[in-house]
C-alpha cells in the first residue's frame, strides 16, 4: 500500500486547514520544499501536494515551489488545487508530476474530465471531495448538491486512473478517515482509491491495508503534530 505524505500550500508556506475552512489553517514554520526533503530522507516514495492558492483562483499558483520539488527529489508526486483547463494539467506532465488531480472543474462539467482522460492517459486522478455525501467544489467553499456516489457512477468509465476520495468532515480532525463511506465508493469505482481525511494514527494505516480496491492513504496533519513518527509510518509503505 502507498503512502502519501500531504504537502498543502498556501502563501508559499506549509499549512494545514480544519475541515477545508480557510479560516480555521495552522501554519508550520518549516517550508514546503524542507518538508519535501524530510519525507524523502524518511524513504517515501509518493507525495500529495495540494496547491490551496491555487485551488481558490482556479490556476496554477505554486508551480515554482512544485517544480523545486521535482528537480530536487525523485518522488512520484499526485498534485490538486485549481486545475481548470488543459493547459495547467500540461504544465504539471511538463515538469514531471505524476498525476494531476481534477476535482472542481470535473464536477462542474464532466465533459472536461472526459477529454482530460482521453488526453493524457493515465495522468488523471479524480478528486472526490465529500460531505454529508455530497461533493463540494471551489476549494470546498460551495456544495455542487450532486451525490458523491452518483456522481461516481455517472463517469465511472472515462478513464480516471485513481480516485482520491476525501471526507471533508473529517479532514484535518484527526478523527480518524471515514472508512464506511470509502469503502463505498471502492466498491463502486473502476480505478484504485486513496483514502483521504482523518488520518490519526498508524493504527488508521494498518486498517486500511485489509481494505478492497484501496491504493493507498494520505497523512497529514498527524504528522506535523507529531501524532504519526515518519519513521514508523515509512514501514507501512510499499
Keep these: ?79 490538486g488545487g485549481g486545475v481548470r483547463n488543459f493547459e495547467s494539467i500540461q504544465k504539471y506532465i511538463d515538469i514531471g508530476v505524476e498525476k494531476i488531480i481534477l476535482g472542481s472543474a470535473a464536477i462542474k462539467d464532466k465533459n472536461f474530465l472526459k477529454d482530460a482522460c482521453q488526453s493524457f492517459p493515465n495522468k488523471i486522478a479524480l478528486g472526490l471531495d465529500s460531505k454529508d455525501g455530497y461533493l463540494s467544489v471551489s476549494g470546498w467553499k460551495e456544495s455542487s448538491n450532486k451525490s458523491t456516489l452518483d456522481y461516481l457512477k455517472e463517469v465511472n468509465n472515462y478513464g480516471v486512473s485513481r480516485l482520491i476520495y476525501t471526507d471533508i468532515n473529517r479532514d484535518g480532525t484527526k478523527q480518524g478517515p471515514n472508512f464506511e463511506e470509502t469503502n463505498k465508493v471502492a466498491e463502486i469505482s473502476n480505478c484504485p482509491v486513496i483514502i483521504s481525511g482523518g488520518v490519526s494514527s498508524i493504527d488508521d494505516i494498518k486498517k486500511t491495508k485489509g481494505l478492497k480496491n484501496i491504493e493507498g492513504i494520505i497523512v497529514g496533519k498527524a504528522i506535523y503534530d507529531g501524532d504519526i513518527k515518519l519513521d514508523e509510518l515509512v514501514k507501512e509503505n510499499a
Excluded: W
Design 1 to 79: 500500500m502507498k503512502i502519501f505524505p500531504a504537502i498543502d500550500i498556501k502563501d508559499k508556506k506549509c499549512v494545514r486547514l480544519i475541515k477545508g475552512n480557510f479560516d480555521d489553517k495552522t501554519e508550520y514554520q518549516i517550508s514546503p520544499i524542507d518538508q519535501a526533503g524530510k519525507y524523502k530522507d524518511h524513504g517515501f516514495k509518493n507525495l500529495h501536494i495540494v496547491d490551496l492558492d491555487g485551488a481558490l483562483k482556479g490556476e496554477t499558483v505554486n508551480l515554482d515551489i512544485i517544480q523545486e520539488i521535482v528537480v530536487k527529489y525523485d518522488f512520484k508526486i499526485e498534485i
